[in-house]
C-alpha cells in the first residue's frame, strides 16, 4: 500500500532566491529525484513518465499569485499529452 505523507515549506524571498530553488528544481527534475527538506522534514519525490502540469495567474488590485503544479502517478504507464505547446517569455 503506497504511504502518505505531506510536506508544506513557507517562506518570504527575493526573486533570486526564487529563481535558485526554481533551478534547483529543474536539476532534479531532470534527474528525475527531487529531494524536499526543511524545520525537520524531508520527501523525496521521483517523477517519471508523463507529468500533468498546471500554470495559473492572477491579479487583483495590486496583488499577483502565480501557481505552477505539478501532478503524477508513481510507476504509472506513460499517457498521451492532451494539451497543446506553452510559452513563457520574459
Same mark, same amino acid.
Given at each position: 500500500?503506497? %504511504?502518505?505523507?505531506? /510536506? /508544506?515549506?513557507? !517562506?518570504?524571498?527575493?526573486?533570486?532566491?526564487?529563481?535558485?530553488? &526554481?533551478?534547483? &528544481?529543474? %536539476?532534479?527534475?531532470? =534527474? *528525475?529525484?527531487?529531494? @524536499?527538506?526543511?524545520?525537520?522534514?524531508?520527501?523525496? @519525490?521521483?517523477?517519471?513518465? &508523463? &507529468? =500533468?502540469? #498546471?500554470?495559473?495567474?492572477?491579479?487583483?488590485?495590486?496583488?499577483?499569485? @502565480?501557481?505552477?503544479?505539478?501532478?503524477? %502517478?508513481?510507476?504509472? %504507464?506513460?499517457?498521451? #499529452?492532451?494539451?497543446? *505547446? @506553452? !510559452?513563457?517569455? !520574459?
Amino acid at each position: 500500500m503506497a %504511504e502518505n505523507k505531506d /510536506f /508544506f515549506h513557507e !517562506s518570504v524571498q527575493d526573486a533570486s532566491t526564487i529563481k535558485d530553488v &526554481l533551478q534547483a &528544481l529543474q %536539476e532534479a527534475m531532470e =534527474h *528525475r529525484r527531487i529531494v @524536499l527538506s526543511a524545520d525537520g522534514q524531508e520527501m523525496v @519525490l521521483t517523477p517519471d513518465a &508523463l &507529468l =500533468h502540469m #498546471s500554470i495559473k495567474a492572477r491579479k487583483k488590485g495590486t496583488s499577483n499569485k @502565480l501557481q505552477i503544479k505539478i501532478v503524477w %502517478e508513481d510507476r504509472g %504507464e506513460g499517457e498521451e #499529452s492532451r494539451s497543446g *505547446r @506553452l !510559452s513563457i517569455g !520574459s
